[in-house]
């Protein structure tokens, strides 16, 4: 399958760390980009097809690819979609590069996760919905407060126990995901509230390891994950041990 990659985006909160200037997706995990460890992960389950949509950064993005022989494994079309585009701007101009393919991958470009990336493909080709994507618990440390309309406070309950998940940036999608796509529109606040209307989509739960690189500190906790020989997004590590035992 195609993996469709938003490599467009400002990345505003990770600026004043030591890798400022970056476009994000181009920003280390120890010494590759998390570009890199994305792209490692699919196709260690075999997509090996990329479309790596650009905006911001997109120059630096294309020499990176240009210049890595690392890379040559991989097919890699560049698809420039505009410096401000949205997601769903993005995904749009992508439908060329996708072609007839009826099934195909995403990915926000900005989290790591241990995923067993079939059983995400498999929930959506065992349902008639028109997208699938990853659903994580946030790792948050508030408590949430419930009040009465006087400000009465009647619960507080902490963030963990509650069963709220965010949307973690692995998307599935059949090919009829580009006729609920509008111009100038995001894909999550307008083209998924239109899907689900239709109860087009399906949120899969998983309570394995994921990673946001929102922030610089974001990137420090994965440095840091990697240099401690803890990387559980690394999932190519852990077959290559097993096939050697």
């Known amino acids: ?14 600026r004043n760390s030591p890798d400022d200037g970056l476009p994000k ?4 995990i120890g010494n590759r980009p998390i ?8 196709a260690h389950f075999g997509h090996t097809e990329f479309i790596l949509c650009l905006g911001h950064g997109g120059e630096a993005i294309r020499e990176y690819v240009r210049d890595n022989p690392e890379l040559g494994a991989w097919r890699i079309a560049l698809a420039e979609t505009g410096e401000r585009s949205s997601i769903g701007e993005r995904l749009s101009q992508a439908r060329r590069y996708v072609g007839d393919d009826e099934i ?6 900005d989290g ?9 493909i498999g929930a959506l080709t065992k349902s008639d919905k028109v997208g699938a994507f990853l659903c994580i618990k946030p790792s948050l440390s508030y408590h949430f407060v419930r009040t009465s309309d006087d400000g009465t406070v009647v619960e507080i309950e902490e963030a963990e126990r509650i069963e709220l ?16 796509l509008r111009a100038g529109e995001d894909l999550v606040t ?14 899969y739960r998983y309570d394995g390891f994921w ?35």
Request: hydrophobic letters at 50%; charged letters at 20%.
């Open 1 to 14: 399958m195609k993996v469709v990659l938003f490599c467009g985006g400002l990345g505003m909160r990770i």
């Open 25 to 28: 997706p181009l920003v280390p």
């Open 35 to 42: 570009l890199w460890h994305l792209m490692r992960y699919y």
């Open 104 to 109: 195909f991958l995403a990915n926000y470009a």
């Open 112 to 120: 790591l996760t241990d995923l067993h990336l079939p059983d995400l």
């Open 165 to 180: 998940r965010v949307n973690g940036g692995y998307f599935v999608f059949r090919r009829t995901i580009f006729d609920y």
């Open 190 to 203: 307008e083209s998924f509230r239109r899907l689900l209307t239709i109860g087009g989509l399906l949120g």
């Open 211 to 245: 990673k946001n690189m929102d922030t610089f500190k974001d990137k420090l906790a994965l440095d840091e994950l990697q240099a401690g020989g803890a990387a559980p997004w690394m999932v190519w590590r852990a077959a290559a041990r097993a096939g050697s035992d």
